[in-house]
């Protein structure tokens, strides 16, 4: 993948996240470096011919409590309801980064949320050929994000065209 296909993947990851959490009233910036303190983690993994792998959000609990709907956020939400709602954020997010993918050419299929919550975890697998990693902050916490992927040697990201009309509008609810 050149350079050129990298850089886009990068603005597509910081722009999604930017624009999920903004849909969430909370305005968060890339940072360089970063711990996030007993995190909640969600993975989710995608597929396409050309291109599969996870993605992987950490998120500080003050965050993803603040980043929670107003009729969630009474009270003291149980661990129970933060971690549905962090495995909520990474579906939203990724499912972001497939709306900009499939206008760059590629139409990946997501699969379901796995969320794990606790001190120091650590991915100690092997770092795939395709990692793109953000980093940020808000006011109510700490995040990051993270793209991992295999993927075929001729891919390249095109410029995004039109819209894909078979994307699902960012915010919209699909019913099986």
Same mark, same amino acid.
């Given at each position: 993948?050149?350079?050129?296909?990298?850089?886009?993947?990068?603005?597509?990851?910081?722009?999604?996240?930017?624009?999920?959490?903004?849909?969430?009233?909370?305005?968060?910036?890339?940072?360089?470096?970063?711990?996030?303190?007993?995190?909640?983690?969600?993975?989710?993994?995608?597929?396409?011919?050309? !291109?599969?792998?996870? &993605?992987?959000?950490? =998120?500080?609990?003050? *965050?993803? #409590? $603040?980043?929670?709907?107003?009729? /969630?956020?009474?009270?003291?939400?149980?661990?129970?309801?933060?971690?549905?709602?962090?495995?909520? !954020?990474?579906?939203? &997010?990724?499912?972001? =980064?497939?709306?900009? *993918?499939? #206008? $760059?050419?590629?139409?990946?299929? /997501?699969?379901?949320?796995?969320?794990?919550?606790?001190?120091?975890?650590?991915?100690?697998?092997?770092?795939?050929?395709?990692?793109?990693?953000?980093?940020?902050?808000?006011?109510?916490?700490?995040?990051?994000?993270?793209?991992?992927?295999?993927?075929?040697?001729?891919?390249?990201?095109?410029?995004?065209?039109?819209?894909?009309?078979?994307?699902?509008?960012?915010?919209?609810?699909?019913?099986?």
């Amino acid at each position: 993948m050149n350079a050129e296909s990298l850089s886009r993947l990068d603005e597509y990851l910081e722009s999604s996240a930017k624009q999920l959490f903004d849909s969430n009233g909370i305005q968060i910036e890339a940072v360089a470096e970063g711990e996030i303190d007993t995190p909640f983690a969600s993975t989710i993994g995608f597929t396409s011919p050309r !291109l599969r792998g996870a &993605l992987v959000l950490s =998120l500080s609990r003050e *965050l993803v #409590a $603040a980043s929670l709907p107003a009729n /969630l956020r009474a009270g003291d939400p149980n661990l129970g309801i933060l971690a549905d709602w962090t495995g909520e !954020l990474s579906n939203q &997010l990724l499912g972001r =980064l497939k709306n900009r *993918l499939c #206008a $760059a050419g590629i139409d990946i299929a /997501l699969s379901t949320p796995i969320v794990f919550f606790g001190k120091e975890m650590r991915n100690v697998s092997h770092r795939p050929p395709l990692y793109r990693a953000l980093r940020f902050k808000s006011g109510s916490g700490r995040g990051s994000a993270e793209f991992q992927a295999e993927f075929a040697a001729d891919l390249e990201l095109v410029e995004a065209g039109l819209q894909n009309e078979s994307a699902t509008p960012e915010g919209e609810a699909l019913f099986f």
